[in-house]
């Protein structure tokens, strides 16, 4: 069986204002957050990387299906 020991001598380790003040972007975690909730303006096939992505997966059904055939 681990032995594990703790610690307990050691103080805590609090952030400082200047921490603190540096982590609250509000402005950017609005922004992330509606970048996370809020649909994409653009439609699927008109993003490039995604009709790529969807023009590949569809070539691959197609060798697919035509290869049961």
Known sequence: MRKFTVNKDKKQLDPTDAQIKRHKDFSRLHHDYEKLTKRGKKPLYRDPKMFLFLFIIGIILLLI???EL
């Open 65 to 67: 299906f035509l290869g």
